[in-house]
């Protein structure tokens, strides 16, 4: 008898207490537990005071452009969990890809926060499968932004985009989808930025552009954490004992700040909207806010940036949560005017070397047709890097059968095609000229490596970029008077961003900035790749020695 008062006091108790839970930060801290060295056991917003509030938005677009570790992230995994349990809705939480993004967010973070919670282990019916956790009839899914096939046809009421500038852009809209079914819906975008205008930068400039302000506990008025205002740094270089001293300091009164004590100044803090106007809600918040990044870190993360370019990208993105460019990543106006030339396109040909470049665009077909020239001294066996280019036409046509005259009219050497998104149309011209048109795919090759296999070829994005786009810095290359302004364009929408790949070693990679097409640079791209398959071939005789 003993026992069973025992259970039905619990279970009332139970019940109770489930009855108060009326928000998601409530649910977090009933029954999320935590495994790390700053706060374990049950979840506390102690350490992390600016999450409450984003915890407890069930409605609506919320966006978060945000420093690195600051507690995002758990931040709506506890969302998900508590959509899956207290209001019974399914959820679906998207990451860059499926493998390993995905693969490892379920099993570190999902099945970890689930073998760590009681609550949660009686929860769910169903944790093995990778991508698919089911709590009886409420599902919450896990998937990667490249397929778009993974989707599709899956209706929940909760989306989360993690790391949303590293995602398919393509894709997003397409998940968005997911919740267009629901009366009542909650979409959640977060991400380090990367550049200007682009993934969840483009979509913060559209919200409400919260930062998160606190009084000062020494003057009472109330700042928040920004760079360099904040920071003092007390050294010039990384050997400098000196640097360890780095501080911050209230932006008003200038007084030092103590990094311990942050859990305590921080607790009287508040979000205060830019744009209040805006229906989407967004937030920015740095690494500043930390307790678990001194501002020694800070600091020495800050003076690594002066010398090496990732570095430089990771303090900014990563640190600050702030888009970045780095100098010399883009094409700008003035490398186009320097390589301006005193020739008008589409001038009748002469004998000479001539690729052609095709992007394969929603509407049109992007072409680039360029003559070459052999530099008078040679620098190395690179083909690319002794000729000189001189783009003799540049434009755009409708149909894949009208680019039959432009290789006739020039006697084109070699043309490489985008091959993607009109696969079949683009092996079907490559089929008709059999031997001087290949279709190119994007992948992961190394370096400037051209594999060709029969009439496709695939070759590496970044490396070719660097080497097509790089002409306009070495003024290696000449432009028509009459050149559009399409042209111009799609040239400086190209920006260079660098990051670290799974190993630590520096990698770069292309995107998309501020402007909404690139076709052009890639048409570029595809001609320079065709120079190298025309030199292969046999073709490089014809390089006339003007240069």
């Known amino acids: 008898m003993h026992k069973l008062s025992e259970l039905f006091c619990n279970r009332l108790a139970s019940g109770l207490k489930r009855k108060a839970i009326t928000s998601c930060s409530k649910w977090t801290e009933s029954y999320r537990v935590m495994k790390n060295d700053i706060s374990p056991g049950l979840w506390s917003f102690k350490f992390h005071p600016w999450l409450k509030e984003i915890h407890d938005i069930e409605e609506g677009r919320t966006i978060v452009m945000k420093g690195a570790q600051v507690g995002f992230t758990e931040c709506f995994v506890n969302k998900h969990f508590y959509f899956t349990d207290i209001k019974g809705v399914d959820s679906l939480y998207v990451l860059p890809v499926s493998k390993p993004d995905a693969t490892d967010f379920s099993s570190s973070r999902i099945n970890a926060a689930i073998e760590l ?14 991508g698919h956790k ?45 919740t267009a079914g629901q009366l009542v819906w909650c979409i ?30 020494l003057c009472s008025k109330f700042i928040q954490f920004t760079f360099p205002d904040s920071l003092v740094i007390t050294a010039d270089s990384l050997d400098d004992p000196n640097l360890k001293n780095s501080h911050i300091i209230c932006t008003e009164c200038k007084g030092t700040l103590q990094h311990q004590d942050k859990p305590i100044y921080l607790a009287s803090g508040e979000w205060q909207a830019t744009k209040p106007d805006y229906e989407d809600r967004g937030f920015s918040c740095n690494q500043f806010y930390s307790s678990t990044v001194s501002p020694a870190k800070l600091a020495e993360a800050y003076i690594k940036s002066f010398s090496d370019p990732t570095a430089e990208q990771e303090f900014y993105n990563s640190k600050l949560g702030k888009p970045h460019e780095i100098e010399g990543a883009r094409v700008t106006n003035e490398h186009l005017q320097q390589c301006m030339g005193n020739y008008k396109k589409d001038a009748t040909p002469v004998p000479g070397l001539y690729t052609m470049g095709v992007d394969v665009g929603h509407k049109f077909l992007h072409i680039e047709i360029d003559q070459w020239f052999l530099n008078k001294e040679a620098v190395s066996h690179d083909v690319n890097q002794n000729a000189h280019c001189r783009v003799v036409y540049e434009g ?16 084109i050497n070699v043309t490489v095609i985008d091959a993607q998104p009109e696969k079949r149309k683009s092996l079907d011209f490559a089929n008709r000229f059999y031997g001087k048109v290949y279709t190119c795919f994007y992948a992961n090759v190394k370096s400037k490596d051209i594999k060709v296999a029969d009439n496709i070829i695939t ?17 290696s290359i000449e432009l028509p008077l009459d050149v559009s302004k399409s042209y111009k364009d799609h040239l400086q929408t190209l920006v260079r961003v660098y990051d670290k790949d799974s190993d630590g070693n520096h990698i770069g990679l292309y995107r998309k900035g501020d402007k909404e097409d690139d076709h052009f640079a890639h048409a570029r791209n595809y001609s320079e790749i065709a120079l190298q398959l025309a030199a292969s071939f046999g073709g490089s005789q014809n390089i006339t020695g003007v240069f």
């Open 134 to 178: 089911q709590a009886g009839s409420v599902d919450f899914m896990i998937r990667g932004s490249q397929s778009r096939s993974g989707l599709k046809s899956i209706p929940v009421g909760l989306l989360t985009l993690d790391e949303l500038d590293e995602h398919n852009q393509k894709n997003i809209e397409l998940a968005f989808e997911r």
């Open 396 to 411: 755009t046509v409708r149909e894949f059968e009208e680019l039959d005259f432009f290789l006739k009219k020039y006697q």
């Open 459 to 475: 070759v590496d994005r970044t490396a070719w970029l660097d080497v097509a786009l790089g002409r306009f810095k070495a003024v």
């Open 188 to 217: 959640n975008l977060l991400s380090t930025p990367s550049i200007s205008h682009y993934g969840i930068h483009k979509y913060f400039l559209n919200s409400t552009q919260e930062y998160f302000f606190f009084k000062c506990p």
């Open 117 to 130: 919670s009681p609550h949660l282990q009686n929860l769910f019916s169903n944790v093995k499968n990778i």
